[in-house]
């Protein structure tokens, strides 16, 4: 689930191992190249956190966000 905070929108995804995790990225990563708009991420083991924010707008959460984040939703 995705929570809008600090200028993000913010989720964290938790998966069975590393592998899970890695390919989840890998996936997430295609489609953002997709639409040219790239997330700030973290992963460490199993866990995947991602913040969503579009700098040319000012570092603030815009409908590109929104649709970015219902995309990787459909691939978690």
């Not at 995705?2 to 990225?25: G, H, I, P, R």
């Not at 973290?42 to 815009?62: C, M, P, Q, R």
């Amino acid at each position: 689930m995705w929570e809008e905070k600090d200028n993000t929108l913010y989720s964290k995804f938790e998966f069975k191992d590393f592998s899970a995790a890695f390919a989840f990225m890998t996936r997430v990563a295609l489609a953002a190249e997709k639409m040219d708009h790239h997330p700030l991420w973290t992963n460490v083991y199993n866990k995947v956190e991602i913040w969503l924010s579009t700098h040319d707008a000012g570092n603030t959460v815009t409908e590109r966000d929104r649709k970015l984040a219902k995309k990787i939703d459909a691939i978690a």
